[in-house]
Each structure stands twice: as structure tokens, then as C-alpha cells.
């Protein structure tokens, strides 16, 4: 049986790094771990949120406070990091930041639809991913249209397809 939970950035980062080692087509299809962390950070920075205007006195306040109030805003809000398991492992994930489907993978054939559907309910609304067929059938059953195509900077690779949900 498989559950799909919220995870860290870390435990999202080791998942696919190892998912990566684990299966070519997850090296080849999905972007680097490490890129994914610092697009999460960036944005991260980006919108961290004020603390509210009203407090004056800055020698009161706890800076913990404020990095978890952050933290909550900016993942309750604006990014999504999930893991699904099997037996207390790891076996794919995906991250939705901004809207942005990122890093979806897996192990177990068949979690494809199951993942996209809850990174739809998470609010994924556009993703970049390789032209391979069964890839953009299983974004399309959800939506997903090609709105922008590229060849890939390794020749040996399929074009790059970015796709936006209607």
C-alpha cells in the first residue's frame, strides 16, 4: 500500500537523488535534485512574508518565530513538497512550487496518475518534461497541453515540452 505525505526539502532531495541513481529514466527525464532545492530556496527568499508592521519593538521579538511563521506562509501557501511511500520508503514524490510541477517521479509502475493527480489538487497548473509519449499522455489525461517545445541541449535526448494546464 502507498501513501502520499507532505516531506521536507531534504527528504524530497535525498528521494530523488536516489530515485535518480536507482533508474536511468528518472536520470534522464527529471531535473537534478540540487536544481530543484535552489529554486525552492529562491523563491523561498523571494516571498518571505513581513512580519506584521504593527509590532515596533524588534529588540521583543523571537527571530525562531519569525522563520517558522515564514516557513508555514511559504509552505502552506506557495509550495507543496510530497513524498509517496511504500513500506516506510520512499518510492516517488513531486514538488508544486508556485504552481510549478517540479521533480515528479517514481519507482512503482503505475503511481504516474496517482501523483499527477494530487500535484493537480495541489495546485500544479504548468511543468516542463521530455517529449516522450507515454510522459505527455499521462500529463494530458490531466489537462496538461503543450504550449512550447525546444531541442534538448543533449542530442541524445528527446525535445523539451513545457506544458500549462487549461
Known sequence: MQVITPATLDQFQNALTLARRTRQHIADGCHEAGDIVLKVVQAYHRHKVSWPAQIKDA???????????????????????????????????????????????????GCGDWLVQHAVLDGADR??????????????RYGFREVHHEPNWNPDLPHVVWMRRQ
Open 59 to 109: 529588540s521583543r521579538l523571537d527571530l525562531r518565530e519569525i522563520q517558522t511563521a515564514n516557513e508555514n506562509h511559504f509552505f502552506d501557501r506557495r509550495c507543496k513538497i510530497r513524498l509517496c511511500y511504500e513500506d516506510n520508503k520512499p518510492v516517488g514524490g513531486y514538488v508544486v512550487l508556485e504552481g510549478e510541477l517540479l521533480g515528479l517521479h517514481n519507482l512503482r509502475k
Open 127 to 140: 511543468l516542463d518534461t521530455l517529449a516522450i509519449p507515454h510522459l505527455l499522455r499521462l500529463y494530458s
